[in-house]
């Protein structure tokens, strides 16, 4: 079965450091997406991205994220300049339409 | 703004015992509702959708709109069901962003 894949699997930072976070979508998905959940909390919506453009994106996502498809099979988030507060698991999805597949998460640490 | 509730932060039952993990929305739209499990170290997996109906490994919800609830119903537990259970809402027409309850673990004892 096709997965989405995610790497690193657990990547620490320190404050003030730029991080990019990678995914690899299924080949023939159309939609991407970054989700993140912090330690205890609810995972969350970041972003979407279709069609080589940001198609929604949430409050969470300032002028201090950004996504990416560099090369028509990764998908990058970065972060350009991490806070404590930015620690939190981040999971990338993709889908055709509709029918999320979820990478299995990169668990960022911000020291 | 839509919301999803999920008022149980952890569930616990017996091997064989019923179980229900409910879910609230708060929405005056039509929403599609659906049931992740993400079980240990593994990666969030749809379990169902409320659009088709279906059960997956047991497992059943219906959606109730006068109660805005999709509870996820399995009449006999097993130890495998132990997991983390999130209910969703996405929006139609609305694009494709979920928005996440807070999540239920499920622990199911021998």
């Known amino acids: 079965e096709p997965e989405v894949t995610q790497t690193p699997s657990h990547q620490v930072t320190q404050m003030g450091q730029e991080v990019i976070l990678r995914c690899v979508p299924i080949?023939?998905?159309?939609?991407f997406y970054w989700y993140r959940q912090i330690l205890g909390q609810k995972v969350e919506f970041l972003v979407s991205?279709?069609?080589?453009?940001?198609?929604?994106k949430s409050e969470i996502f300032d002028d201090q994220f950004s996504v990416e498809r560099p090369d028509g099979s990764n998908f990058t988030l970065k972060i350009r300049s991490t806070k404590l507060e930015d620690s939190a698991m981040y999971f990338c999805a993709s889908s055709v339409v509709f029918g999320y597949t979820f990478g299995s998460g990169t668990r960022l640490t911000v020291v | 703004a839509q919301r999803v509730t999920q008022p149980e932060k952890l569930l616990s039952v017996f091997k064989g015992a019923p179980v229900e993990l409910k879910c609230n929305y708060s929405y005056s739209g039509s929403p599609e509702l659906f049931w992740y499990v993400q079980y240990s170290r593994q990666r969030l997996q749809l379990l169902l959708r409320?659009?088709s109906r279906e059960s997956i490994k047991g497992f059943t919800a219906d959606l109730n709109k006068g109660e805005t609830s999709f509870h996820l119903k399995k009449p006999f537990a097993q130890e495998e069901d132990s997991a983390m259970y999130y209910c969703?809402?996405?929006?139609?027409?609305?694009?494709?962003?979920?928005?996440f309850g807070g999540g239920t673990r499920l622990m199911v004892k021998p």
């Open positions: 991205f279709y069609n080589n453009e940001i198609s929604e």
């Open positions: 080949s023939n998905h159309l939609y």
């Open positions: 409320h659009i």
């Open positions: 969703a809402l996405r929006l139609q027409n609305a694009g494709n962003m979920l928005t």
